[in-house]
């Protein structure tokens, strides 16, 4: 694994930050060294040229410290067995230096040079050819120095860092923030030597003429969707001591509307300028494109309507000083907490949306996911059919994550760094840190809620200084565009740690462990103490998540490759609790394994082997992934609002709350989450046998046709018990079709287990859905399944058309599947991708799994993989679950 890691260091060890080419901003590569802090050189001399790094290591920026000597092959791979534990944290847990020297030759040409930092954790102490220049403090304030009366012309130039890590000495949670909060370990991923401290964003040497644009702001306003005003807020500042004339430039696309407006500007001076429809009738547009949350609008490619907004600032008409170019979408954020009678629902663009999504802790517990990275994470959550990612705690800061949001079309509810309600170390360096996380990140359309605390006010007190740094860095910088939740699971007038009190616009948190799936349909508290007896919006619900049998083994010692039991997860020093399968309230109890260790050998028999658990595993997974989200879908606007899962992405290799795990493996609570939450829907609740065609489109669906279809595990249709009704479906809604098994008594015995099949059809005929359920005829009973015959050889995959996806890179391979036996259905199956040494081709989405197939039925299954990820030589694999 360590060549790996090395092999990651040669894609990023340069710090690269992308800018616009005419704005006469060079980006450089700066090749950083990394050490401890020693008494044997001071400051000035590691901050001076000819000062000898031999012994030093290459850093990772951005990236922390940890990782950069993970990367150097110093310390064994952490994701492995109980490697991260075993570090010597001292190592790491002390102030470090970062050093890189460049030459100024062709960098000046009679511009200002710029030291731009985008964010470090926790503290930077800045240096320059010997020069103290700047303090960094917190993770999301950023330095921007003017470095051209001490650059050396005649020879090489130093940057010094020296970062110094978040206090070790008290818990981390809440006072060292604002900080990488679960750094500190958490119940799902565990202490990070150095807790994350390092040069955690990007660095760049930019130019500029004498005057520069900070942090331009486009600000929208949709009367109707038919028209939306902007609103463009830039501030210049003027770094000579001399007056500065000339032409500010406004261009925004689509549209190819421009604006020019003659600015003077004062030595040493700054302005701040106001641009909207009544000074510029052009920013009134008609006919905008909107931005939509996925699944209810967009382009065809299934990417989301975006502008750009470049403003510069050009000196004697022709020699652009400065310019920066912003992507913004057009929309509109509203809630309420009336029309459900207590409950918040969520508008965009005047349509009510369910929430569906999950939390975010990290996006890698050593800060390593950057970039490209988050276009696989963020496309999975795309194809999952989620239209919300919850950044929980403000854990991810790199502007990627919420780009990829914006293409794609998620609504990020971001979270500041607060874990209840306090307290912090310093009121100062959180309110910096604030108001830069917000003018940092307020033109992303995708983000909808700022949220002040986790289960919790900020502070204890609604009102108290640290609510008030909050609401004002909102109020003062986003106008307040989006919504504001002072904690994620309650109103402001319930108690901490409660949610009794006088609100219910959300409605808890919790519980985090599997229920059964009529449980999901009736009792949305699920016995959890603060959650409130309503399904409303639900912050957290979760689930524990085990991984495919492939991945265990790329984390697990062999000792471990054996099924788990109640015994072996009892324990909080073992490998199971290293990885967060264990009673251990700290080390993923929460999850409740045994539960989920006892329903899976319940319902399915005895888990013989580990190969055999697994398999097992994702079954179970499926279906009660697809019960929590179902659940609430039934009970759209009756009280329910928005569900969001704990947790939708893996940051470090576990068995729990995840829907695809750390290498990218799809689970099968993917695939239930991805069915549940389709846009148009039909589905079946377990507890009344009530069938539901749900319909999140902004708009209404005329003459569906609903059908239900029950299987034998033979693979036949069972007579007497099809359905079938033609319906109308209003816009936002859930609609009931029929109930199926009525009056069972007077039709034919079905066998232990059987499948009932739902179909959904448009007007034209055209398959708009379609659901598949196993059902015993004792609840939960799904043993008899091992009784199947083998499905094995009679499942045939034709070879796969082969054609470009809508990016224009990826491809698509569309495979027919069918069963073709005599005796029994395929059930449960699981198809991947292997190269020729018969190893995962990871990642790739897939169109489907762990679904079935009844005698003689075919299915369609497309693959969408990367081709530099497929290469050649690869095969689709097939196994059912009676194999």
């Not at 401290?197 to 109707?224: F, K, M, Q, R, Y």
């Not at 600032?313 to 459900?340: P, Y």
């Not at 108001?435 to 940092?440: A, D, H, N, S």
């Amino acid at each position: 694994m360590k060549s790996t890691f090395k092999l990651i260091a040669l894609v990023i060890c340069f710090a690269l930050l992308k800018m616009s080419a005419d704005a006469q901003n060079i980006f450089t590569h700066l090749k950083w060294k990394l050490m401890p802090q020693s008494d044997a050189y001071t400051a000035r001399q590691v901050s001076t040229a000819r000062f000898h790094t031999d012994n030093w290591i290459n850093a990772v920026v951005p990236g922390t410290v940890f990782y950069a000597y993970v990367v150097a092959g110093k310390e064994s791979n952490p994701d492995y067995a109980d490697n991260i534990y075993k570090v010597d944290k001292a190592k790491y847990n002390k102030p470090c230096w970062y050093r890189a020297e460049f030459s100024e030759k062709g960098l000046l040409a009679g511009k200002r040079l710029w030291l731009n930092f985008n964010g470090v954790n926790k503290r930077a102490e800045v240096y320059f050819n010997g020069h103290h220049i700047g303090t960094i403090k917190g993770l999301m304030e950023r330095g921007k120095y003017d470095i051209t009366d001490l650059i050396n012309k005649n020879g090489s130039n130093v940057v010094a860092v020296l970062i110094v890590p978040p206090n070790t000495d008290h818990g981390l949670a809440n006072r060292e923030s604002p900080t990488y909060l679960s750094s500190g370990s958490w119940d799902w991923m565990p202490a990070v030597p150095g807790l994350n401290s390092g040069i955690t964003d990007t660095v760049a040497l930019t130019t500029t003429g004498p005057v520069t644009i900070e942090d331009p702001w486009i600000h929208t306003e949709l009367p109707n969707k038919n028209l939306a005003n902007l609103m463009v807020n830039v501030k210049l500042n003027n770094a000579t001591t001399k007056a500065v004339k000339g032409n500010l430039k406004v261009a925004i696309n689509p549209g190819n509307i421009i604006i020019n407006a003659p600015i003077t500007l004062a030595g040493n001076g700054s302005q701040s300028i106001d641009f909207d429809k009544n000074t510029f009738a052009q920013l009134s547009i008609r006919n905008p494109k909107l931005w939509w949350p996925n699944g209810y609008g967009g382009k065809p490619d299934g990417t989301q309507n975006l502008y750009t907004c470049k403003v510069s600032f050009e000196v004697d008409g022709t020699i652009s000083s400065d310019a920066v170019t912003k992507t913004f979408g057009i929309r509109k954020i509203t809630a309420d907490t009336t029309t459900l009678n207590g409950p918040m629902r969520v508008y965009v663009n005047d349509v009510p949306v369910l929430l569906k999504g999950g939390n975010w802790g990290m996006s890698d517990y050593m800060l390593k996911a950057r970039g490209k990275d988050y276009d696989t994470r963020i496309r999975f959550h795309q194809d999952m059919n989620f239209n919300v990612i919850r950044n929980w705690t403000g854990e991810v800061t790199d502007e990627a994550f919420y780009n990829y949001c914006d293409k794609y079309g998620i609504m990020v509810w971001d979270d500041f760094w607060l874990n209840n309600f306090g307290p912090i170390d310093s009121l100062a360096i959180f309110k910096s840190n604030a108001i830069e996380k917000v003018k940092k990140l307020r033109d992303h359309p995708s983000i909808v809620i700022w949220c002040g605390a986790n289960e919790g006010v900020p502070g204890g007190d609604p009102n108290g200084p640290l609510s008030n740094v909050i609401k004002n860095a909102i109020a003062n910088n986003d106008n307040h565009d989006r919504l504001y939740f002072p904690r994620s699971n309650a109103g402001v007038t319930n108690p901490n740690f409660s949610i009794h009190g006088g609100s219910k616009n959300l409605s808890g948190s919790g519980i985090w462990g599997n229920v059964d799936p009529k449980t999901y349909f009736t009792d949305p508290k699920n016995g959890y103490l603060f959650s409130k007896d309503s399904y409303g919006m639900r912050s957290e619900l979760g689930m524990a998540t085990f991984v495919n049998v492939e991945s265990f083994k790329k984390f697990m010692p062999k000792d471990y490759w054996v099924a788990p039991t109640p015994e072996s997860v009892n324990s909080s020093t073992n490998m199971w609790a290293k990885h967060y399968f264990s009673t251990d309230g700290g080390l993923g109890g929460g999850s409740q394994p045994v539960r989920y260790i006892n329903d899976i050998n319940h319902s399915y028999g005895n888990a013989t082997t580990l190969e055999d658990f697994c398999k097992k595993a994702q079954l179970m997974n499926v279906e009660t992934m697809k019960a929590m989200y179902e659940a609430w879908n039934d009970h759209m606007w009756k009280d329910a609002s928005g569900m969001l899962i704990w947790m939708s992405q893996s940051a470090y290799p576990s068995m729990i709350w995840q829907t695809y795990d750390y290498y990218y493996d799809l689970t099968g609570a993917y695939f239930g989450a991805k069915t549940a939450c389709e846009p148009i829907h039909i589905q079946w609740n377990a507890a009344t046998n009530s069938v539901k065609v749900i319909n999140n489109k902004p708009y209404d669906l005329k003459g569906l046709t609903t059908e239900a279809t029950v299987y034998n595990m033979d693979g036949k249709i069972v007579p007497g018990y099809t359905l079938k009704k033609t319906l109308n479906a209003d816009a936002t809604s859930a609609t009931e079709a029929f109930e199926v098994f009525k009056n069972s008594g007077d039709l034919p015995a079905l066998s232990a287990v059987h499948f009932l099949k739902l179909r959904l059809y448009d007007v034209n005929g055209h398959l708009l859905s379609d659901n598949f359920y196993w059902i015993g005829n004792t609840y939960l009973d799904y043993t008899d399944l091992n009784k199947m015959p083998s499905a094995g050889a009679s499942l045939h995959a034709s070879q796969p058309k082969v054609t470009l996806a809508k990016n224009g890179v990826n491809k698509l391979l569309t495979y027919t599947i069918t069963n073709r036996s005599k005796s029994t259905a395929a059930f449960g199956i699981r198809a991947q991708l292997l190269n020729g040494a018969d190893k995962q081709i990871l990642p790739a989405l897939y169109s489907d799994g762990y679904f079935s197939l009844m005698q003689g039925e075919s299915k369609v299954l497309v693959v969408e993989v990367d081709p530099k990820v497929l290469g050649v030589g690869y095969r689709l694999d097939m196994k059912a679950y009676n194999n």
